[in-house]
C-alpha cells in the first residue's frame, strides 16, 4: 500500500512538472532550463541527504549502480524535455509513461517470474501507444510528430533504465544517499553543455523552473524510498500514470483538444498500465 501511495505521489508532481516542461520548452534552451530544474532540485534534497544519508554503508557497487542511474535519468529527461517541444502533450506523455514495458521486458530477460497477464498488459500499452501516435492530428509536421515519438521514446527508456538502477542502489542502503549520488552525476553531464550555450534564465521563467525542480525532486525521492518498502516495482507502474495528469491539464490550462478516438487510445495505454501493478 505504501509503495502505490508514493507511485501516486510521484505521479502527481510528475504530472504537473511535464506541464510546465510543455510551457518553457517552447520559450527557453533545454539545456539551461534541464540544468536549472536539476540544481535547484538537488538543493532541496542536499539537507535531508546529509543529515539522513547512510554514507558510512556506502559501497563501490552502490556508488556505480547510482551514477548509472543518475546517467540514464539525464538521458530520459533530455528525452522528456526534447519530446514535450515539439509534440502535444496527448501524444507524448503516453509514450513516456509506458516505461514500465520496458521494466518488465527487463525482469523477464533477467529470469524474473512474467506472468501471462502481464504480458497481455504489455500487448495492450503498446497497442494503445502505436493508436496514439497514429491518430495524432493529420496537420501536424509528420517529421515533428516522428522526432517527438523517438525523443519519448528515449526518455521511456531512460526512465525505466534509472529507477531499476536507482532502486538496485538503494536495496543497499542508504535511499537518501542514492537520491543525491544520482543527481549530482546528472547535473556533472549536463555541466557543460548547460554553461556553454551562453544563455541565461530569465526572471520570467526563474519561478516555473524553481517549482518544477522540486517537483521533480519530490517524485524522484518517492519511486527511491520505495526500495525499502514491499513490493517497490509498484511504485514505479502506478507513478506512470502522471501522462493522464498532464494531458487533463494540458486540456484546461493549455486548450490543447482531444478527441474521441485519442482519448480511447489514451485510456487504452494507461488501462493496460494499471493492470501492470494489479
Known amino acids: 500500500m505504501v509503495s502505490i501511495l508514493l507511485g501516486l505521489g510521484a505521479a502527481f508532481a510528475w504530472g504537473i512538472h511535464d506541464l510546465l516542461v510543455r510551457v518553457v520548452s517552447q520559450t ?19 539537507p535531508a541527504a546529509l543529515y539522513s544519508g547512510d554514507w558510512a554503508e556506502m559501497s ?3 556508488i556505480l549502480l547510482s551514477a548509472a542511474g543518475g546517467m540514464a535519468y539525464l538521458i530520459a529527461c533530455l528525452g522528456l524535455y526534447h519530446a514535450f517541444a515539439l509534440g502535444p502533450v496527448k501524444l507524448v506523455a503516453p509514450i513516456v509513461g509506458a516505461y514500465p514495458v520496458l521494466s518488465i521486458t527487463l525482469a523477464d530477460l533477467t529470469g524474473a517470474g512474467v506472468t501471462r497477464g502481464e504480458w497481455f498488459a504489455v500487448i495492450v500499452i ?3 501507444v502505436g493508436l496514439v501516435a497514429i491518430l495524432s492530428d493529420p496537420e501536424d509536421n509528420p517529421q515533428t510528430r516522428l522526432a ?6 528515449l526518455a521511456a ?11 538496485a542502489a538503494a536495496s543497499l542502503g542508504g535511499e537518501w544517499s542514492v537520491i543525491l549520488m544520482m543527481r549530482v552525476t546528472a547535473i556533472a553531464m549536463l555541466l557543460f ?5 551562453g544563455i541565461g534564465v530569465s526572471r520570467n521563467h526563474a519561478a516555473a523552473l524553481s517549482g518544477m525542480g522540486v517537483l521533480d525532486a519530490a517524485a524522484l525521492g518517492a519511486i527511491t524510498f520505495a526500495a525499502s518498502q514491499p513490493d517497490p516495482e509498484f511504485a514505479a507502474v502506478v507513478a506512470s500514470i502522471f501522462g493522464i495528469v498532464t494531458i487533463l491539464l494540458a486540456r484546461v490550462f493549455l486548450g490543447e483538444r482531444v478527441n474521441a ?6 485510456l487504452l495505454v494507461f488501462a493496460g498500465l494499471a493492470a501492470l501493478g494489479a
Open 28 to 46: 527557453i534552451a533545454i539545456p539551461v532550463a534541464l540544468f536549472t530544474v536539476l540544481t535547484i532540485g538537488t538543493v532541496v534534497c542536499l
Open 60 to 62: 563501490a557497487k552502490m
Open 126 to 128: 503498446v497497442t494503445g
Open 148 to 153: 517527438a515519438v523517438l525523443w519519448a521514446a
Open 157 to 167: 527508456c531512460g526512465f525505466a533504465a534509472a529507477f531499476a538502477l536507482g532502486q
Open 193 to 197: 553543455v548547460a554553461l556553454g550555450s
Open 261 to 266: 478516438a485519442q482519448w480511447g487510445s489514451i
